[in-house]
């Protein structure tokens, strides 16, 4: 037979006659589940419950030892519910314990107890409680209903409630223990119900970060007391998704209902929630007890001896709501006092004291009070705001780098002389390296700061050393070299400005040269040194000199040319003037003596006129010299 998922399906129509109201802004509204829970492998008192008649399953919580809660829809015999109040036979139900369905152990249900006043329409008093036919398996604890005296109240918003529960998963899956945490968001106890979804005495939650599904019914949601976990809440009925909000029965209002079904003969060591519930009349730590167990280091549920009251193990807490006596433990039954809670916090800027209920307190001091801490290094003390703040600390530096300066908390400032040779400094990077000497700080060498370089600006500060400054581009400069001719500085170099130093003098006879200190140089090549001559002969070097050592005779033999020599083109001859006299009674013409000369009688002597008086003579007179040095 398949197994169905008890889960009551809600939504704000059908609550809508229910509640009287169909506003559900009051709820957060998220998309996520219980679904989102963890395997539960601490809650063993929470069981599944198989309905056979109808093949349904649903949650349970074992809260004694024999006695299982569950929600009322979980033993209908019309898992639709369109009949209700017809729970199925104790026969019909089984309880299985263990975190998983397939392996669970199982046990029969002898009496099945419905609320008498169910109602499947309007989703009110959701409870049944399963009497067991045999104990439970050895090992599972039951966890107590919360008695109303411990009743939830709105207050109690924000509350972390615990639920556990086989239902289905956001996988769809159904049969593993799962349990998950969420906060109590609404407390409804209105007899009309509450913000068109919760009906009277129920207690509702968002289903984010996660929460009850379908299978989940019946199952418990769990809620802390003192640290003693009760059952606060039965799965009743959410929306169809399991992702906007559940809501569970309300179990402090149901306390005459669960313990007029567990009676009140249950015997020592059966789990209780009242005093009523119990043949001894005692309810003591969840158990019924022998008697109150009135010591303080005494406990009526310990593992080897429940139901009765037995002394605490060393060491057990056993509080006496006063903090400043320290923390109280038992001792061989009884409760001793622990160390007194010492509240010196160790300032003299705050009043120390002891509140039993929170513990120590320190209170400030008044602002400007005095608080000498006896360290006279720091300077003078006072409070403000609860501290001790130091005004102005004591200043020990002598200027000397020649002392080792301290501050003593009693003596105040020493001044300790260091050793001759140790290293100072008077904060001048300029005089040098310092050292002591006889407790006074010695310069050393001044700082050399020129870097010869003529385009910077050197100096020298006292807190950084040496400092070079680019001087102005183009300014003129020398860089020691006469062979580049004109220098200029740019960006701190100097530089050539044009061509370098010309030192050719064109003389064959010098071997040119530049030096950068003396500048040019041009030295005489060895005498006899060929150094040309041209076309008119040769020439030699004598003492750096290019002289002749032999001509060449350009003379053509001709009275009407002047003859010469051009290195370059050789011999020249230049024809002479038209009538130049180159004879006796002849003169040039077109540069060669062939013309006569008019009117001359030649008497040997050159060429005279008829009347004896002849211009040859004057002209040959000057010509002679002239001829004689063409002929030298």
Same mark, same amino acid.
């Given at each position: 037979?398949?197994?169905?998922?008890?889960?009551?399906?809600?939504?704000?129509?059908?609550?809508?006659?229910?509640?009287?109201?169909?506003?559900?802004?009051?709820?957060?509204?998220?998309?996520?589940?219980?679904?989102?829970?963890?395997?539960?492998?601490?809650?063993?008192?929470?069981?599944?419950?198989?309905?056979?008649?109808?093949?349904?399953?649903?949650?349970?919580?074992?809260?004694?030892?024999?006695?299982?809660?569950?929600?009322?829809?979980?033993?209908?015999?019309?898992?639709?519910?369109?009949?209700?109040?017809?729970?199925?036979?104790?026969?019909?139900?089984?309880?299985?314990?263990?975190?998983?369905?397939?392996?669970?152990?199982?046990?029969?249900?002898?009496?099945?107890?419905?609320?008498? !006043?169910?109602?499947?329409?309007?989703?009110?008093?959701?409870?049944?409680?399963? /009497?067991?036919?045999?104990?439970?398996?050895?090992?599972?604890?039951?966890?107590?209903?919360?008695?109303?005296?411990?009743?939830?109240?709105?207050?109690?918003?924000?509350? @972390?409630?615990?639920?556990?529960?086989?239902?289905?998963?956001?996988?769809?899956?159904?049969?593993?223990?799962?349990?998950?945490?969420?906060?109590?968001?609404?407390?409804?106890?209105?007899?009309?119900?509450?913000?068109?979804?919760?009906?009277?005495?129920?207690?509702?939650?968002?289903?984010?970060?996660?929460?009850?599904?379908?299978?989940?019914?019946?199952?418990?949601?769990?809620?802390?007391?003192?640290?003693?976990?009760?059952?606060?809440?039965?799965?009743?009925?959410?929306?169809? !998704?399991?992702?906007?909000?559940?809501?569970?029965?309300?179990?402090?209002?149901?306390?005459?209902?669960?313990?007029?079904?567990?009676?009140?003969?249950?015997?020592?060591?059966?789990?209780?929630?009242?005093?009523?519930?119990?043949?001894?009349?005692?309810?003591?730590?969840?158990?019924?007890?022998?008697?109150?167990?009135?010591?303080?280091?005494?406990?009526? %549920?310990?593992?080897?001896?429940?139901?009765?009251?037995?002394?605490?193990?060393?060491?057990?807490?056993?509080?006496?709501?006063?903090?400043?006596?320290?923390?109280?433990?038992?001792?061989?039954?009884?409760?001793?006092?622990?160390?007194?809670?010492?509240?010196?916090?160790?300032?003299?800027?705050?009043?120390?004291?002891?509140?039993?209920?929170?513990?120590?307190?320190?209170?400030?001091?008044?602002?400007?009070?005095?608080?000498?801490? /006896?360290?006279?290094?720091?300077? @003078?003390?006072?409070? @403000?705001?609860?501290?001790?703040?130091?005004?102005?600390?004591?200043?020990?530096? *002598?200027?000397?780098?020649?002392?080792? *300066?301290?501050?003593?908390?009693? !003596?105040?400032?020493?001044?300790? @002389?260091?050793?001759?040779?140790?290293?100072?400094?008077?904060? !001048?990077?300029?005089?040098?390296?310092?050292?002591?000497?006889?407790?006074?700080?010695?310069?050393?060498?001044?700082?050399?700061?020129?870097?010869? %370089?003529?385009?910077?600006?050197?100096?020298?500060?006292?807190?950084?050393?040496?400092?070079?400054?680019?001087?102005?581009?183009?300014?003129?400069?020398?860089?020691?070299?006469?062979?580049?001719?004109?220098?200029?500085?740019?960006?701190?170099?100097?530089?050539?400005?044009?061509?370098?130093?010309?030192?050719?003098?064109?003389?064959?006879?010098?071997?040119?040269?530049?030096?950068?200190?003396?500048?040019? /140089?041009?030295?005489?090549?060895?005498?006899?040194?060929?150094?040309?001559?041209?076309?008119?002969?040769?020439?030699?070097?004598?003492?750096?000199?290019?002289?002749?050592?032999?001509?060449? %005779?350009?003379?053509?033999?001709?009275?009407?040319?002047?003859?010469?020599?051009?290195?370059?083109?050789?011999?020249?001859?230049?024809?002479?003037?038209?009538?130049?006299?180159?004879? *006796?009674?002849?003169?040039?013409?077109?540069?060669?003596?062939?013309?006569?000369?008019?009117?001359?009688?030649?008497?040997?002597?050159?060429?005279?006129?008829? *009347?004896?008086?002849?211009?040859?003579?004057?002209?040959?007179?000057?010509?002679?010299?002239?001829?004689?040095?063409?002929?030298?």
């Amino acid at each position: 037979m398949s197994r169905k998922a008890f889960w009551i399906v809600t939504g704000g129509l059908l609550l809508a006659p229910a509640c009287g109201v169909n506003d559900m802004s009051e709820f957060r509204h998220f998309g996520q589940r219980i679904i989102n829970g963890s395997v539960d492998n601490t809650n063993n008192a929470v069981v599944v419950l198989y309905n056979t008649a109808v093949g349904a399953l649903c949650t349970g919580t074992l809260i004694t030892n024999d006695v299982v809660m569950t929600a009322a829809h979980c033993v209908e015999s019309d898992p639709y519910m369109n009949n209700c109040n017809r729970p199925v036979s104790a026969s019909s139900m089984r309880v299985g314990f263990g975190v998983y369905e397939s392996s669970a152990t199982w046990r029969n249900v002898s009496e099945l107890r419905q609320h008498p !006043n169910w109602d499947c329409n309007n989703l009110v008093n959701d409870i049944t409680m399963l /009497r067991l036919s045999s104990a439970p398996p050895s090992g599972v604890t039951p966890i107590p209903y919360l008695p109303s005296t411990l009743e939830v109240t709105s207050d109690d918003v924000g509350t @972390q409630l615990e639920f556990s529960g086989y239902g289905q998963t956001e996988s769809g899956s159904t049969g593993t223990r799962l349990h998950v945490s969420n906060a109590l968001d609404l407390v409804c106890i209105s007899a009309s119900g509450c913000s068109g979804y919760a009906s009277r005495n129920t207690i509702c939650y968002d289903e984010n970060p996660g929460g009850p599904c379908s299978g989940d019914s019946g199952g418990p949601a769990f809620i802390l007391r003192s640290g003693t976990k009760y059952v606060a809440g039965i799965t009743s009925y959410g929306d169809q !998704n399991c992702s906007q909000f559940g809501c569970s029965t309300k179990v402090d209002a149901f306390e005459d209902f669960i313990t007029d079904f567990i009676g009140t003969s249950l015997p020592l060591g059966s789990t209780c929630s009242a005093g009523t519930q119990c043949q001894s009349g005692f309810c003591v730590d969840s158990v019924c007890c022998e008697n109150s167990c009135a010591s303080a280091c005494q406990s009526c %549920n310990l593992a080897s001896s429940r139901g009765y009251c037995r002394a605490d193990p060393d060491n057990t807490p056993c509080p006496d709501s006063n903090l400043c006596n320290g923390t109280e433990v038992c001792r061989s039954g009884s409760c001793t006092a622990g160390t007194a809670l010492n509240c010196d916090d160790g300032s003299l800027c705050t009043t120390d004291a002891c509140n039993p209920s929170t513990g120590c307190t320190h209170a400030p001091a008044n602002n400007g009070a005095s608080c000498d801490d /006896r360290n006279v290094c720091n300077g @003078q003390e006072t409070c @403000q705001n609860g501290a001790c703040l130091s005004q102005n600390p004591l200043n020990c530096d *002598d200027g000397n780098g020649c002392t080792a *300066d301290v501050c003593d908390s009693i !003596n105040g400032c020493l001044h300790t @002389q260091l050793p001759d040779g140790a290293w100072c400094s008077d904060n !001048n990077a300029c005089n040098g390296l310092e050292t002591c000497r006889g407790g006074a700080c010695q310069p050393g060498n001044p700082l050399d700061c020129n870097d010869f %370089n003529p385009c910077t600006l050197d100096t020298c500060n006292p807190g950084s050393g040496c400092v070079r400054q680019n001087i102005a581009n183009g300014s003129p400069c020398d860089d020691g070299n006469l062979c580049n001719g004109a220098d200029a500085c740019q960006n701190g170099t100097c530089l050539p400005t044009g061509a370098g130093l010309a030192c050719d003098d064109h003389n064959p006879c010098t071997t040119d040269s530049c030096d950068p200190v003396l500048g040019c /140089r041009n030295a005489p090549v060895a005498d006899g040194t060929n150094c040309g001559g041209g076309l008119c002969g040769t020439a030699v070097c004598q003492g750096g000199a290019c002289v002749p050592s032999g001509t060449v %005779n350009c003379d053509d033999d001709n009275a009407c040319t002047i003859d010469s020599c051009a290195t370059d083109v050789g011999c020249l001859h230049m024809p002479r003037p038209d009538g130049y006299e180159c004879g *006796d009674c002849v003169m040039c013409q077109a540069g060669t003596c062939s013309a006569e000369v008019p009117d001359c009688k030649s008497d040997g002597c050159g060429c005279g006129t008829a *009347d004896g008086a002849g211009t040859g003579g004057l002209a040959m007179l000057l010509l002679a010299p002239f001829l004689r040095r063409k002929r030298s």
